[in-house]
Structure formats: C-alpha cells, structure tokens
C-alpha cells in the first residue's frame, strides 16, 4: 500500500494515492508516514482544510517535537492553513517554525504572505527583507519577493 501510495504521489494521481493511504490508515492509524501523505496529496487536490488535520496528528503522535516530520507537519499545516484563509492559526505555526529555524526562507516567505493579506504593510517588508537576505539568489521566489518588496515600499511612502 505505502509503495502504491508512492507511485501515485509520484505521479500526480492524488485522488488515487488518497484511497491508499486511507487503507494504510484503516491498519494503522498513528502511521506518520501515511498521515503526512495524506497531508500532501489533499493540499496537492487544494483540499486545503482537509489537510490540516493529517498535519496536526502528526504533530500530536511526535514525542519529539523537534524532529524532522514534527517541523514538516507543521510547515505544510502552517501553509495549509494560510491558503484555507486560516490566518491567525497559520500565523502562529510560522512563528514557531521561525523560532525553530531563524534563517528558513520558506519561513519568511510564508509570513509575507501572512502579513500581506492583513495589509500589514511593515511586517510585509520586513519579511521580504529576511526571505531576500536568507534565500538564494536569482530565484523565482527571490524575484517574486523583490518585486512585492518595491511595490510594499512605493506603496508605504
């Protein structure tokens, strides 16, 4: 079920890999692997609210809470969450993510996003500025946000 599951994902069959690793979930209900999947393919079908709960009992099932699938349930919640229009809940995982991981781009791009749907002009520009500072060079994203940090500070004067 989990290689069939994979396959899939691999291949853009979402729907598909849903029904496998909801089978995988009727075995064993704590299986992280299957809930993070599970996750994934229902934000990949923008099923965004469907997908915050896989995250969260990901998050509920790690002992460890600074664990790698404990921080990638709560990135993909955090951004379920924000494009489910979630802001505040979503606001409050990136907060713990950048606590966690000061540097992470995806990090700030995240709370741009956060903040420019609040019209919070100030906290917009300050996270373009620590994506830019942290993020690679001569990306898309780095693009994207330099333009949205010119048009944030044209439009803040």
């Known amino acids: 079920l989990a290689t ?19 089978q995988q979930l009727r075995i ?26 896989p995250f969260s009992r990901v998050m509920d099932l790690e002992t460890n809470k600074t ?18 229009d979630e802001l505040d809940d979503s606001q ?9 991981f000061p540097t ?6 995240g709370l741009y996003e956060i903040y420019s749907k609040k019209h919070d002009t100030n906290a917009a520009i300050r996270s373009c500025e620590l994506f830019l500072a942290n993020a690679p060079t001569n990306t898309p994203d780095s693009k994207y946000i330099n333009d949205r940090l010119k048009e944030l500070k044209h439009t803040s004067r």
Do not use: C, I
């Not at 994902?9 to 909801?22: D, H, I, K, P, V």
């Not at 209900?29 to 915050?52: E, F, I, R």
């Not at 992470?104 to 791009?109: E, I, N, R």
């Open 104 to 109: 992470a781009p995806q990090v700030h791009f």
């Open 28 to 53: 064993d209900p704590d299986n992280t692997g299957a809930l993070l999947g599970k996750g994934v393919a229902h934000l990949q079908l923008k099923s965004w609210t469907n997908a915050v709960a």
């Open 67 to 84: 664990s790698q699938p404990y921080y990638t349930a709560m990135f993909y919640r955090a951004n379920a969450r924000l494009f489910a």
């Open 4 to 22: 069939a599951a994979q396959v899939y994902m691999r291949f853009g069959s979402y729907t598909n890999a849903l029904a496998m690793l909801e």
């Open 92 to 100: 409050r995982d990136f907060e713990k993510l950048l606590k966690a």
